[in-house]
């Protein structure tokens, strides 16, 4: 079964700090990851994805790729409360290439 | 914005009973899914859609059904109720190659 591995946390960071967050997959065959958050009481919502090695840059979101070592981060620079969150790693694994598999999910916490 | 709409945010219901969980997305995209979510377990696929009347079993389909009649619309059916199938329900759709929009969740307590 292809899994996504994530450490669980809770990950604490001081304000202004960045948060580093990461997650491993098993299907080596696995093209597209996307990183979610999701609030308590609320559904996940997309904020980075990346296809290809290397780094992607959002603002302050940055998300970084290693197919060798299946291996994808995402980095949180100048941390804010407002980040504090469950962050899902998912990987595109299906054939047909629609299901996502996500990942258990970090949970941030972001202390002011 | 793309909406997708769960009927109920909260349910309740007895064991044994015949449960129907109904979602409907409004951006008439192709695929539609059915995920639940319990803690420290994360999001688990259930069943999953790709066209009208297509649906493919996920990662726990045991206990469950869907149904999809029309495009716009992704029922989930317990054909009978247990205490383990408590939990947040979340449905979401996106179109082929798009990303991932999700419904708000339905949490069902099943007594």
């Known amino acids: 079964q292809k899994e996504v591995e994530q450490n669980s946390g809770p990950l604490s960071v001081p304000e202004g700090a960045i948060a580093s967050l990461n997650c491993t997959y098993s299907?080596?065959?696995?093209?597209?990851f996307f990183w979610y958050r999701q609030y308590s009481g609320k559904s996940p919502e997309l904020i980075m994805s990346i296809y290809s090695n290397g780094d992607k840059e959002d603002g302050r979101f940055t998300a970084q790729l290693n197919k060798a070592s299946q291996y994808v981060s995402l980095l949180i620079r100048d941390s804010q409360p407002s980040d504090s969150a469950t962050y899902l790693c998912?990987?595109?694994?299906?054939?047909?290439?629609?299901?996502?598999?996500f990942g258990k999910g970090t949970t941030l916490s972001v202390s002011s | 914005d793309v909406k997708v709409t769960q009927s109920s945010r909260y349910l309740v219901k007895r064991t044994g009973e015949k449960v129907f969980l109904e979602c409907v997305q409004d951006m008439d995209h192709e695929n539609m899914f059915w995920y639940r979510q319990d803690p420290g377990l994360g999001l688990r696929l259930i069943y999953f859609?790709?066209?009208?009347?297509?649906?493919e079993k996920g990662d726990i389909p045991e206990g469950y059904s869907v149904s999809r009649e029309k495009k716009e619309r992704f029922s989930l059916i317990l054909e009978s109720a247990s205490t383990n199938q408590t939990s947040m329900y979340l449905c979401?759709?996106?179109?082929?190659?798009?990303?991932?929009?999700f419904g708000s969740g339905t949490q069902l307590s099943v007594l």
């Open positions: 979401a759709s996106n179109g082929v190659g798009e990303k991932l929009f």
């Open positions: 299907d080596r065959g696995s093209q597209s």
């Open positions: 859609s790709y066209d009208v009347k297509m649906k």
């Open positions: 998912a990987v595109l694994a299906n054939q047909a290439g629609t299901a996502l598999i």
